[in-house]
């Protein structure tokens, strides 16, 4: 089959396009590097056409409130006028687990707006809610950093490594399309202060950190249980520990 992958040069995109390769696919990944610009609609057309599966693992390049918004609502209504087109049957995107309980963060409004507009688009669909990436923890440190140190919420998490992200987003892509959300999430679930301590301990970071229930996480604030899947979500197979050890963050810790 002919599938797109855009976002198809980022962290995600990449590992998925790689694994689609290997089972025979042909694969295009897409990106304005490579001619494919959601935004502006710029070589959509032809990347859609002979494609019957489409991949959506991109982001906003702004985490600015009306910027994400702007970029979710203007790249879906673009992609689906192409998929239409195209005969596109089967768009996977992937989003956030706890999204429709993080309203108050402009990131997740934007989310909100993308998963709305995939519901009414009439083309197949599966919608990926994901727990945090492993990869992600170096953005909550610095979005949580101030003078005093780094103030984290208190709340659980089940964070996943990017290559168990890549792997269901594979296997859900070349699945039939559920019209609806599946979950995907790590193997433990940990409260997202002790997780930042830790990350830092093995970094070599001496920033003291201070956990609290009431700090924000971009922008939203968040319940014991907001970030957590359901029971029924797939679970990746790599801890916190298995995910650092073979991460850059190893190797540069290892020089320090």
């Known amino acids: 089959m002919k599938i797109v992958v855009i976002g198809g040069s980022g962290l995600i995109g990449s590992?998925?396009?790689e694994r689609l390769r290997q089972r025979g696919h042909e694969v295009l990944a897409a990106s304005p590097a490579s001619g494919v610009n959601t935004l502006t609609g710029e070589g959509l057309e032809q990347a859609m056409a002979g494609a019957q599966i489409v991949v959506d693992v991109a982001n906003s390049p702004s985490f600015e409130d009306q910027a994400v918004l702007d970029f979710f609502e203007t790249s879906g209504r673009n992609l689906f006028a192409a998929e239409k087109k195209a005969g596109v049957k089967h768009h996977l995107a992937l989003s956030v687990v706890g999204t429709d309980r993080l309203a108050a963060s402009?990131?997740?409004r934007g989310k909100i707006?993308?998963?709305?507009?995939?519901?009414?688009s009439?083309?197949?669909?599966?919608?990926?809610?994901?727990?945090?990436?492993f990869e992600f923890l170096s953005s909550i440190v610095k979005s949580a950093?101030?003078?005093q140190g780094i103030?984290?919420?208190?709340?659980?998490?089940?964070?996943i490594a990017s290559d168990d992200v890549a792997d269901a987003v594979t296997d859900y892509a070349l699945g039939t399309p559920v019209n609806g959300v599946v979950e995907i999430a790590g193997p433990d679930k940990v409260d997202m202060s002790q997780l930042v301590e830790r990350f830092l301990k093995l970094t070599h970071d001496p920033h003291q950190v201070f956990a609290d229930a009431r700090t924000p996480y971009f922008g939203a604030q968040l319940e014991k249980d907001t970030l957590l899947p359901a029971a029924n979500a797939r679970l990746g197979r790599i801890g916190?520990?298995?995910?650092f050890d073979h991460s850059s963050y190893a190797q540069a810790a290892a020089k320090a």
């Open 240 to 243: 916190f520990q298995s995910w």
């Open 122 to 133: 009439g083309v197949p669909y599966t919608i990926v809610h994901s727990t945090q990436f």
């Open 106 to 108: 402009g990131y997740f």
């Open 113 to 120: 707006a993308q998963e709305k507009i995939i519901r009414a």
């Open 15 to 17: 590992k998925v396009v």
């Open 145 to 147: 950093t101030g003078e």
């Open 151 to 159: 103030h984290v919420s208190s709340a659980l998490m089940q964070p």
